[in-house]
Structure formats: structure tokens, C-alpha cells
């Protein structure tokens, strides 16, 4: 699969390309949608189901030096109203902000980060770490394993980042009763 025929099938679902459209009208800073809205599309029409089928949310990142709470919200608002039409559930964190508060919800320690695609890095499996944003009149890809693993249907760990077995356990296992053709390569 390459670069072009990923973004061709991610942005077959409506909600993804929608998305995308607002962030280029909200020129957030360093903006990217990213993760399992992306490659679930892209399985969905490998295997021609409907292209938001088993879609649980669709994740925004961006990256604003304004670390304050109210600084956040005020974009998740903001960015909710622009898609509420959609009626899909819509994620939306500052990337500069995770460091702040996920150490207490998850218990485990989260360096700051510099940029969005570090975030991205960090996702619990290999194959969602993706990301797409509009770039001029085109977008930019960020795919740091390639395309491989999605076009395969193969959901393989991201061990580089505070790993958890149980929780990758837990993904996987949700997304093969979803899409019982992928590959899961264990945990050990």
C-alpha cells in the first residue's frame, strides 16, 4: 500500500475527510488526524464494510506552547460546534499538554513532548501510529512504520512507550472481534 492509497481509503469515510476540512479552516497549530479512525477506515474498505464500522471516536491532536487548561477547552469546544453535525465523537487534545495530567490518570510517567507526532509515537500498537493533515491544497502523512501492517491487517505492539500487555490485550482484542481477519502479533 502506498502513501497515496492509504489516504485515498482513509479519507473514504466522510467523517475523517470532514474533519480534516475544519482543520484546515481552524489552523490550529501542528494538527494531524490520527489512530484507529484512520487505519479502521482503511481495514473497513480492505474488507468492504462500511467505512465508519467499528469506529469507536476520532482522535485530533495539535500542539499549542498554551498549556492551560482553558486554552484546551476553548479549542475542543470550538472544534465540537465546527463538527457536531457529524454526530461522531470527537477527541481532541494539546499534544504539550498530556505530560500534565496523564501520569495521574494512568499511573505511569509521560515526558514532555515537543510535538504531535511524539504523541503519535507513543500509541499502544504499531499500526495506528498514523496521522494525517492537510498541507496547502494537499496533506501531510505521517506513517513512521509505513503502510505494511495496514494493508496486511496486522496489529502488531508498540513496545517503545510505557508498554502495557493487558491494555494492548484488551485493543487487540476488540478489534478482532471487529475485524476477524487481522493478524494479532502477541504481547509476550
Not at 511524539?118 to 502523512?141: K, M, S
Not at 509505513?146 to 517503545?160: L, T, Y
Not at 478489534?175 to 504481547?187: F, G, N
Request: hydrophobic residues 45%.
Amino acid at each position: 500500500m502506498t502513501r497515496d492509497e492509504f489516504l485515498a481509503s482513509a479519507l473514504r469515510n466522510p467523517i475523517n475527510a470532514a474533519i480534516v476540512d475544519e482543520l484546515r479552516r481552524l489552523a490550529l497549530p501542528d494538527p494531524w488526524l490520527v489512530a484507529g479512525c484512520l487505519v479502521q477506515t482503511v481495514w473497513n474498505v480492505l474488507t468492504d464494510r462500511a467505512v465508519d464500522h467499528g469506529i469507536a471516536d476520532y482522535d485530533v491532536f495539535y500542539f499549542d506552547s498554551d498549556t492551560s487548561w482553558e486554552a484546551e477547552d476553548s479549542v475542543i469546544r470550538e472544534l465540537h460546534a465546527r463538527l457536531a453535525h457529524l454526530g461522531a465523537k470527537v477527541e481532541i487534545r494539546n499534544q504539550a499538554r498530556v505530560h500534565l495530567w496523564y501520569p495521574g490518570k494512568h499511573g505511569l510517567p509521560y515526558p514532555p513532548l515537543t510535538r504531535s507526532t511524539d504523541g503519535i509515537d507513543r500509541f499502544l500498537t504499531e499500526n495506528t501510529q498514523l496521522g494525517i493533515r492537510p498541507a496547502g491544497g494537499d496533506f501531510d502523512v505521517y506513517a513512521p512504520h509505513g503502510f505494511g501492517d495496514v494493508a496486511k491487517m496486522i496489529v502488531r505492539p508498540n513496545r517503545a512507550q510505557n508498554f502495557s500487555a493487558a491494555n494492548y490485550a484488551a485493543k487487540a482484542a476488540r478489534w478482532k472481534a471487529l475485524w476477524p481477519e487481522l493478524t494479532v502479533i502477541a504481547a509476550e
